[in-house]
């Protein structure tokens, strides 16, 4: 049977699966599902229509599925939905979506560090960690494996890719391409998550595939819709490469974060201007 400690108080058509653990002083709305071994410590509130998988787990003050934080909800149903084995640290907060029947998700295999925010309509993938008092706004997508640094802010409906990594306090008004890292207020685009990119498994030629890409979009002096069409006619299309299109032809309505930082650009420049030729691909 699922623990529920005597001091929580938990809406009678909520369901609580077997092996659930929920904690002392935490409240648990109407229509809400949560899944077997999820554990929910000290004080956490679970807000109506939320779904919530399987060994999750909750530390102190998480709130997930409250109202949204959007002057035009009034009060029509919408969703949270969490999946399974993430782990919500202190004082974390998910807004349910605020149109009728939308939906907030988050996948499976992510952290939140303390302090964390998560907006309506957002949606998050999977293995993906989010370090401490980051803020998400409405509307936003971040795909899997991708690292947010502390403090960071991300506009609303912006998009990150898979395996970017966003540094500390850096501003995200745009979307930022998978396997970016960016840093900056606002941000700029770096260079390649490499790293995190040979610890999931890319293998050296998709690696080398997509260095060729950024250096079209970064540095050829090509704009976006031409880099993309020299990237489909110039390099080998491995998979992360076809990613990396799909994502470009598809940005927001924020646009895409494609440039680099002034005085690295500069820098370049001045040693020695790129020439991008198809058989240097």
Request: net charge neutral; hydrophobic share 40%.
């Amino acid at each position: 049977m699922a623990k529920i400690h005597p001091s929580a108080i938990v809406d009678p058509t909520a369901e609580i699966a077997d092996g659930a653990d929920i904690g002392p002083f935490c409240i648990i709305h109407a229509n809400v599902k949560i899944g077997r071994g999820t554990k929910l410590h000290s004080s956490c509130v679970v807000g109506e229509w939320t779904e919530i998988g399987e060994d999750n787990e909750f530390f102190p003050g998480a709130v997930v599925g409250v109202a949204p934080q959007d002057l035009r909800y009034s009060g029509e149903r919408a969703y949270t939905k969490v999946g399974n084995r993430n782990v919500f640290r202190e004082y974390v907060t998910v807004h349910r979506a605020s149109d009728a029947e939308g939906v907030t998700s988050i996948g499976d295999d992510n952290l939140l560090m303390a302090y964390t925010h998560v907006a309506h309509n957002c949606i998050l993938g999977n293995q993906i960690v989010i370090a401490n008092s980051v803020g998400i706004a409405g509307h936003v997508e971040i795909e899997d494996q991708a690292v947010l640094g502390g403090m960071c802010g991300l506009h609303q409906f912006v998009r990150v890719g898979k395996l970017a990594m966003l540094g500390g306090m850096a501003q995200i008004r745009q979307d930022i391409p998978p396997f970016a890292m960016v840093d900056g207020q606002p941000a700029r685009v770096f260079g390649m998550n490499i790293r995190g990119m040979q610890r999931r498994g890319i293998d050296k030629e998709s690696r080398q595939a997509l260095k060729a890409c950024y250096r079209l979009i970064l540095q050829s002096g090509l704009n976006l819709t031409q880099a993309i069409n020299s990237i489909k006619a110039n390099v080998e299309q491995y998979d992360a490469v076809t990613h990396l299109v799909r994502f470009l032809e598809n940005p927001s309505k924020m646009g895409v974060c494609i440039r680099e930082p002034d005085h690295r650009r500069e820098r370049r420049q001045k040693q020695r201007p790129l020439k991008v030729e198809a058989a240097n691909l």
